[in-house]
Structures are given as structure tokens and as C-alpha cells.
């Protein structure tokens, strides 16, 4: 294998091979952390990654954008009568949402497509 | 609906692993897409008599776009359910360790007495066992236990809580063997940093043997499957090897797709993170405690093993038997998942389709914790390391899917997650 681990399916390829044209431009400004998580920062959150991605419903801790700039998002996995997963073998790779400080603004930005959403209430400060 | 159903028996015709074996069927017998879909798979058998295709589903695209950054929503309770009706017989076989069952204290083996009061084992208040055992709101309810001699009561509430795929990980000093053992739940994407560092501090420690508990493991993401294995085998053995190569039908060989061992961590990208090499044991052989619930991802763990020649024993009984993997497709607001292929290790092998046999036969005891020394497929394990043997024999008593346990105390578990599944308990 080499240095880029393979992506699984021709669609993530495509998604990959765009962003790859896209992130010849960083993302712009600096990759950031939450100070603090309010209820309505958690909720707009969680708005704006169902808009970024189209899912129905989205469950997160933000906590974890207060520790680590990135957020990982994946399908939540179905389970059979006997509670074994569905899609156990899973070529899909999660999701990776980062969150950046840029022109005084805190924006989450799906590192797949380069789509984002401004933030208006969280409370975030940019990191090394 | 001829157009959705049109649809259908084209992503069957191109996509399906065994296309050729999908009888004609008339669509009109059918009054959806989706129950159309339903029967067009193939008829044939596996090897041990059970139906090859155990997997072919659909769901709707509102279950289907659901995302999580490994957060679940329940008690965060696995039952075995031993009897469904009266007298019921519900045990606990696995706890979510930040759940709220988790948090009060509810443990593996504690035996379901009560529910809001109501007699659980005879009630016939069947409305308000299944509120409680499976809600579908977020309201506190009352659960009294049987540990052993003693009751014990809680007050749950389901909600949300943090899943923590590695648990257990710990060295075990057994007579000078340092004897790593590792209790993994799910490949969830948080699991690749957990596993990291529980094989950098098995690493520290010395550790050289390693039992991977995976029973109820029922798989996730194959990358970090690729992973798992690299840090089980380390570079000299993998280096090179196919983990896992996905092989489609004769229309798409240009969809086979090959997993190497991963040697790194992946970063954000996706990319070889060169930063962050994984830790590895190096191991020539590793011990998996396994079961009907060790499926998928779990079962690739141990087929792409073997296939690099490392000495994989299995304790406990029959894995679930799933080398096969589908990507979902959209249409009309459904997800259609067909098995599109299956995943051969580096010598070509993939013919585990009614699971692994296990090299031990060794029941699930409920009455120990996961990780104790002496719960009996840890002790089976530790033994096997020492003396090459099993203290059972392997018989042909291995349970069949979904057969009942009448024991109480030993049983092999019939997984059930409380809450927000449709089960219901029976009079």
C-alpha cells in the first residue's frame, strides 16, 4: 500500500480525489478547540453537521472539539435481532469535521467536500 | 413503483456477489421495492446447511443518515435473553462502561427481577415491562437485580453516553509469561487511538502473549481490523501481505480492493500519519476469546492472521461466519444492502461462512466479570498458553443460531441492547 491509505468506494474516491483539488488551499485560518460547551452551542453544532452532511440525526459530544480540533463522525450501525451488526464490514471511511478559528469567526469544515458552517455560539480559540 | 422495483433487480443484476444465482421472479407478486428486494438473493447453502445469504437487508434513508462520533443513545445494558416469556429470564451480559447502567453499577450477570415494580419473570403487566426495558423515551425507571444472593435496586434513565470500544486492557503476570489481555468491543473510529495506546503500554510492559477478547465484537471499519492485526503481527510477518483482499463479482473487477496490514495510525486525511507508527507485539501466535457475536471486521482479524501464517487459537464457541461486505446504494428513499463481496487473507482464503470453529469449547459464564482470571474462557486461554490443550473437548454440541439456554448461570448470550430496538417481551 502506499503512502495514502486507499479510500473504499468509487464515490469516496471521487469525494477524496475534490477535496484533494480543494486542499491545495488550506482550509483557511487556524484549526481550533472549543473553550467551553454550552447546550446551545452543542445544539447548533449538531445543526450545522446535519446540514454539512445530510444526515437525519446527528449525536455528538462536543466535548471532544474541546480536547482535539477534529470530530469523527460515522454511521451509527444497525444491529440484527440477535444484536449483531449489520454493516460489520465497513469500507467506509468516518467523517472528519474540523473546527477553525478564521477572521474572527469559529467555523466547522468538512475536510471531504471543503463545505463549512460559521459558528455563532461557540465559544472557540484557535490552537498551535 | 415498477421503476423502483426496475431498479431494484438491476443493482442486483451488476452489484450482487452471486448475480448469477438470483432466480427471475415476477416483480407484480411484490408490493414494494423493498419486499422485491427482499427475495432476490440466492438460494444457496452454506457449509454447515444454513442459508449462504443471512445478511441481505434495506432500511429507510432516515435510519440510514444517522451519524455519531461513538455516542449511543439506551441503558446501555446487553441482555441475554434466556426466555422471552413467562418465567422470563433476562441477564445482563454486558455493560456500557459511561452508560447510565454503567455509571450505577449494573453488572454482567445481574439477573432482571423487576421493572417499575412489576414482577418481570411472571408479570403480566407486559406494557410496563416493555416501557421499561425497551423505552422509547428518555423517562427514569426502576430495575431491581438478583446478584448472587443479594437484590439490588437503580433507578436508570437512557441516554446519551460516550461508547468505549477498548476495555479492559491489561499485563497479566502468569507464572513470569506476561500475558496481555485486551477486551475490544467494537471498530468504531475512536477505537484506532484506544488500541494504540493499549499496545504501546502492552508493549512497555513486555508483554509476550496477547488474549484478545472479542466475543461480542460484532466487527465495524476494516481499516481498523488492518490495524489491529498489524499491531497483533508487527512488520517482519505482515510486511507485504494481503490483510484482507475484497473480491466483487466478475462484472466489477476493477472494484477489488486489497487491505495491506496498516503500519500507521491515519490522519485526518486518511493518509499514513509517518508521525505515529503503530505500536506492535510481534507475536507468532495470539489467543482470541470469541463467539456467535464475533462477526465481520472481528472474524477478518483472525482469517488475514492466519493468512500470514500466525497461530490464532480460538476459545470459546463458533464464530458468527461473515466474510462477506456490502456498501449501501440510495434509491427512493431506501438503502439497499446486497453482499457484494467477500474478503480473502493472503492465501486466497475466505471459506468461513459458517464461522470459525473454536480450537477450546468453552461456555460464556455470566457469574464472572470480563477480564477475571477466572472466568472460564480467560482461564481456558491462559491454560491453553501453558500446556497446549484444551481442558474440553471440542464437540458437536456447539450451539446452532438462536437456540435457547435454559441454564441461568451458564449461558452463551443472545445479545439484546435495551432500548429502542423493536423486541418486546411476551407473556
Redesign the interface.
Known amino acids: 500500500?502506499n503512502?495514502?491509505?486507499?479510500?473504499?468506494?468509487?464515490t469516496l474516491i471521487i469525494a477524496?480525489l475534490l477535496?484533494a483539488c480543494q486542499?491545495s488551499a488550506q482550509p483557511q485560518g487556524q484549526a481550533a478547540r472549543l473553550r467551553t460547551v454550552t447546550e446551545a452551542a452543542q445544539q447548533e453544532l449538531t445543526q450545522a453537521?446535519k446540514e454539512l452532511?445530510?444526515?437525519?440525526?446527528?449525536?455528538?459530544?462536543a466535548g471532544?472539539l474541546s480536547q482535539s480540533s477534529?470530530?469523527?463522525?460515522?454511521?451509527?450501525?444497525?444491529?440484527d435481532?440477535?444484536?449483531?451488526?449489520?454493516?460489520?464490514?465497513?469500507?467506509?471511511?468516518?467523517?472528519?469535521i474540523?473546527l477553525r478559528w478564521a477572521a474572527g469567526q469559529c467555523k466547522i469544515v468538512q475536510?471531504s467536500t471543503g463545505k463549512s458552517r460559521v459558528l455563532q455560539q461557540a465559544d472557540c480559540q484557535s490552537v498551535p | 413503483m415498477n421503476d423502483e422495483k426496475a431498479w431494484v433487480r438491476s443493482f442486483i443484476d451488476e452489484r450482487y456477489l452471486w448475480y448469477q444465482d438470483v432466480p427471475a421472479l415476477d416483480a407484480s407478486y411484490f408490493a414494494t421495492a423493498a419486499s422485491y428486494f427482499d427475495v432476490l438473493k440466492t438460494p444457496a447453502k452454506n457449509s454447515a446447511g444454513g442459508d449462504l445469504d443471512r445478511f441481505h437487508w434495506s432500511e429507510t434513508k432516515e435510519e440510514y443518515e444517522q451519524y455519531t462520533n461513538g455516542i449511543s443513545v439506551d441503558y446501555g445494558i446487553d441482555w441475554s435473553r434466556i426466555a422471552n416469556s413467562a418465567p422470563r429470564n433476562y441477564v445482563v451480559y454486558n455493560v456500557e462502561p459511561q452508560s447510565a447502567a454503567g455509571l450505577a453499577g449494573v453488572q454482567r450477570g445481574d439477573k432482571l427481577m423487576k421493572v417499575d415494580g412489576i414482577d418481570f419473570i411472571n408479570g403480566t403487566d407486559l406494557t410496563g415491562l416493555n416501557n421499561g426495558v425497551f423505552p422509547n423515551d428518555q423517562a427514569a425507571h426502576s430495575f431491581e437485580f438478583q446478584r448472587g444472593t443479594a437484590r439490588l435496586n437503580f433507578t436508570l434513565q437512557a441516554g446519551e453516553y460516550a461508547n468505549t470500544p477498548v476495555r479492559g486492557a491489561k499485563v497479566i503476570n502468569d507464572n513470569g509469561t506476561k500475558v496481555a489481555y485486551l477486551y475490544f468491543d467494537s471498530f468504531i473510529a475512536k477505537s484506532q487511538d484506544q488500541l494504540i495506546a493499549a499496545f504501546t503500554d502492552f508493549q512497555k510492559q513486555g508483554a509476550k502473549e496477547l488474549v484478545l477478547d472479542m466475543r461480542y465484537n460484532g466487527g465495524g471499519l476494516l481499516y481498523i481490523s488492518s490495524q489491529l492485526a498489524y499491531m497483533v503481527a508487527g512488520s517482519s510477518a505482515s510486511s507485504g501481505k494481503i490483510f484482507n483482499k475484497l473480491v466483487y463479482n466478475d462484472k466489477r473487477p476493477s472494484d477489488n480492493f486489497t487491505y495491506n496490514f496498516i503500519p500507521y495510525a491515519l490522519n485526518a486525511n486518511y493518509y499514513y500519519d509517518y508521525a505515529r507508527p503503530l505500536p506492535s507485539l510481534n507475536l507468532k501466535r495470539v489467543t482470541l476469546l470469541v463467539d456467535h457475536g464475533t462477526a465481520s471486521a472481528s472474524e477478518a482479524v483472525i482469517n488475514g492472521l492466519m493468512g500470514i501464517d500466525i497461530t490464532v487459537n480460538l476459545i470459546g464457541s463458533t464464530t458468527y461466519g461473515k466474510p462477506y461486505g456490502f456498501s449501501p446504494e440510495g434509491n427512493c428513499g431506501r438503502y439497499y444492502y446486497a453482499v457484494e463481496f467477500k474478503g480473502e487473507n493472503h492465501k486466497g482464503f475466505s471459506s468461513f461462512d459458517a464461522g470459525f470453529a473454536p480450537t477450546c469449547t468453552v461456555k460464556d459464564d455470566l457469574n464472572f466479570q470480563l477480564g477475571d482470571l477466572a472466568e472460564p474462557r480467560l482461564a481456558e486461554a491462559l491454560q491453553y498458553l501453558k500446556t497446549g490443550r484444551c481442558t474440553t473437548t471440542p464437540t458437536a454440541s456447539i450451539k446452532a443460531l438462536g437456540t435457547p439456554e435454559q441454564s441461568s448461570s451458564v449461558v452463551d448470550p443472545k445479545p439484546a441492547r435495551a432500548l429502542m430496538i423493536p423486541t418486546q417481551v411476551h407473556p
Open positions: 500500500m503512502a495514502r491509505h486507499q479510500v473504499p468506494s468509487a477524496l477535496s486542499s453537521l452532511t445530510g444526515a437525519a440525526q446527528v449525536r455528538i459530544d471532544q477534529t470530530l469523527t463522525l460515522e454511521r451509527t450501525r444497525s444491529k435481532a440477535n444484536g449483531v451488526i449489520m454493516q460489520g464490514a465497513d469500507r467506509e471511511m468516518p467523517e472528519i474540523q475536510l
